[in-house]
């Protein structure tokens, strides 16, 4: 297996499916960059490195540069995948779904259904998400708890390498619109990637840890402060689960519910605020459907209920980190 | 056009003061001091400049994510401006907005704004509310060359017109969004302001590196907006000395293309070589303004390192509600 990081990982898989399906189309605002300059196209391939040598390989029929119109970039991918295509669309910044809300909201999630099962729409929209780079409120949102709660949408957050050509390759086989979240903070992250047609099918959680006495379950980027809180504890003789759903729609019940079962404690940790979150969602369905295996109250370690700050003194104490999930897990242990 | 020395040296001075901003914050960017994204202005001084020295602190701006520019030439403190860019309690949005968002509504200055095409719509909304007020006021949007594309700009424009309100859409063309040029992603053959026009409005052209012909011809503009109570715009010709964001390699420049700027189109030299010409001001009284500024620049990076950082037990101040 290829030892990469998740950009690397990402581009191979673009690159294979662009080679595979002439269906599959990439479109966004500099995917390939230089378009209309001295400098030429392929300036950049992608503010990301995501999108890096598939404009040379493809064309610009294919790699597309669109103007800034995440509107039509949203609304354009729909109309080509109802007509066919298999169009990957890129929100260069996940707060952006505030431009093309329609296209997403009204439009992709709803023809499957509303068409009477007759139409597909295989829209993959890539959303770059997340905050730990001082870029404040409009840029650093972790909105896929917004996304989850639209019926008709599937949602997917990768946090390994492996998973994320798993999930991509997935995404580009079905037949649904797909979110796709890439958090900026885990593009350098590195793991082996199993070669030729990887793919993970989505409603599958990954068991990162597994420990027996509490169950952590964790989204995105706090997958990886989740494993560090639960080795540490490890060291003390407490064993943690550590659950990546890597998708929160379709979500994977069984595999929280079990986990539960056996250890009686809950702690969802999810970079986005608290109120109707992705966290709230898990712990409800806990409550409502493993009651009575609980030993303790489930505990939710999310963001506050701000927008997100510039100051880095403010944004380290936005971003739940390793200490409060460590705090939280405590508590549970220590209840009653 | 009739000139007032102070005017003129007060004009100098906002863009003096403009540049060194930009040029200090590069080199302390680079030094890693400051946090995020910051997005220069350097090279658009007159456009800034030029727009705002029409108005008081009752007309409104809104900005964009390359903002520094706009809030200093509408009179901003430059000091909090820098304090708020290294993050710091007590900058102008206590720190919690940074380079991207900036704002003093008792100024008139709306915010700067990190989503491309937001602000034109605003600047509809705040002519409305200056249209109430009756003062003869105005609401001006900023935006650029890739904003210009955005659904939302259009909308703005054509509810502007609609509704006849006094807003005036400032298209500054420094000729790149991003890495991509206006050669490309502006279809109608670069031209922005032909668009305006299309929606029924008036609109102008100007020099945006010459502090003179946009200041000129937004006198005209000003005069028929503020005669009329519509909606008009003005296309800025305009340059960005640096990258998109600091930071920004710039693999789409035409080799040397940033030093034929610099000598070609620098509004600062611009201004000097009218001066010169003229019997207005002394060069002198330049070359004074040129210090004055760096010691104000000096102290405002002094001030900022040395600032009070954020509390973090602040961070759910100013929400509705907390949980
Ligand atoms: C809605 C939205 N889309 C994309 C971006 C990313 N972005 C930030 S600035 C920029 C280019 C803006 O170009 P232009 O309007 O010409 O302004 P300039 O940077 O030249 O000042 C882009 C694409 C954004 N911030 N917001
Ligand atoms: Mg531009």
């Known amino acids: 297996m290829a030892v990469m990081n998740i950009r690397e990982a990402i581009n191979q898989t673009l690159h294979d499916a662009m080679e595979r399906d002439p269906s599959v189309i990439l479109l966004g605002e500099d995917v390939a960059g230089g378009a209309g300059t001295a400098g030429g196209q392929e300036a950049i391939g992608g503010i990301w490195g995501t999108s890096t040598g598939l404009i040379g390989k493809f064309g610009p029929e294919r790699v597309i540069d669109t103007p800034i119109s995440e509107s039509a970039i949203i609304g354009a991918a729909a109309g080509a995948a109802l007509a066919g295509m298999r169009p990957v669309a890129e929100l260069m910044f996940a707060d952006f779904i505030g431009v093309c809300g329609d296209q997403l909201i009204n439009q992709i999630a709803k023809f499957r259904y509303m068409f009477g099962g007759k139409a597909r729409c295989p829209v993959v929209v890539r959303l770059i998400y997340g905050a730990g780079m001082n870029s404040a409120a409009q840029h650093s949102q972790a909105f896929y708890n917004l996304l989850t709660a639209i019926p008709g949408l599937k949602v997917v957050l990768p946090t390994t390498p492996a998973d994320a050509k798993g999930l991509m390759n997935e995404a580009l086989h079905g037949d649904d619109p797909v979110m796709f979240f890439e958090h900026k903070a885990l593009y350098g992250k590195k793991g082996e990637v199993p070669e030729g047609l990887h793919r993970v099918p989505f409603g599958h959680a990954r068991m990162a840890r597994e420990g027996g006495d509490v169950t952590i379950v964790a989204l995105g980027r706090m997958v990886s402060f989740a494993e560090k809180v639960a080795d540490k504890l490890a060291e003390e003789g407490i064993g943690c689960d550590v659950i990546d759903p890597r998708t929160t729609s379709p979500l994977d019940e069984e595999a929280i519910l079990d986990s539960v079962e056996q250890t009686g404690r809950l702690v969802v940790v999810d970079e986005s605020p608290p109120r109707c979150s992705v966290a709230t969602d898990i712990t409800a369905l806990v409550a409502q459907k493993a009651f009575s295996s609980l030993d303790a109250p489930p505990e939710c370690v999310t963001a506050p209920h701000t927008p997100i700050p510039f100051a880095p003194e403010l944004e380290r104490a936005y971003v739940p980190g390793p200490p409060a999930i460590e705090a939280a897990v405590r508590r549970t242990l220590d209840w009653g | ?323």
């Open chain 2, 1 to 323: 056009m009739q000139y007032s020395q102070d005017g003129l040296l007060r004009a100098y001075r906002r863009m003096a003061t403009i540049r060194q901003f930009e040029e200090r914050l590069h080199e302390e960017i680079a030094k890693g001091e400051i946090p995020g994204f910051t997005h220069l202005y350097a090279g658009q001084e007159a456009a800034a400049v030029g727009v705002c020295e029409h108005l008081d602190n009752d007309d409104m701006i809104v900005s964009t994510h390359r903002g520094h520019g706009h809030c200093i030439a509408k009179g901003c403190d430059v000091k909090a401006m820098m304090k708020e860019i290294y993050g710091r309690r007590d900058g102008l949005c206590k720190g919690r907005g940074g380079s991207m968002h900036i704002a003093d509504t008792s100024i008139g200055m709306l915010g700067a704004n990190g989503i491309v095409g937001a602000g034109a719509p605003q600047a509809v909304g705040a002519a409305i509310a200056a249209r109430a007020e009756g003062k003869g006021k105005v609401a001006i949007a900023f935006s650029g060359d890739g904003a210009c594309n955005q659904g939302t700009t259009f909308e703005a424009m054509n509810m502007a017109a609609v509704i006849s309100v006094p807003a005036i859409f400032v298209f500054e063309n420094n000729h790149y969004s991003e890495h991509t040029g206006d050669k490309y992603a502006v279809a109608t053959d670069r031209d922005i302001a032909s668009r305006a026009k299309a929606f029924g409005m008036e609109v102008w052209r100007a020099n945006g590196c010459d502090f003179y012909d946009t200041f000129e011809t937004m006198a005209e503009l000003l005069d028929h907006v503020r005669g009329s109570g519509k909606p008009a715009a003005i296309e800025l010709d305009t340059e960005r000395f640096y990258g998109h964001f600091e930071g920004d390699p710039q693999r789409y420049r035409a080799k040397g293309e940033v030093d034929r700027l610099r000598e070609e189109r620098d509004a600062l030299k611009i201004f000097r070589a009218h001066e010169a010409t003229d019997e207005m001001l002394d060069l002198a009284q330049l070359d004074a303004i040129d210090e004055e500024v760096t010691a104000l620049i000096d102290a405002a990076v002094d001030e900022a390192r040395e600032a009070e950082k954020c509390d973090p037990s602040q961070i759910e101040e100013d929400v509705y509600a907390a949980y």
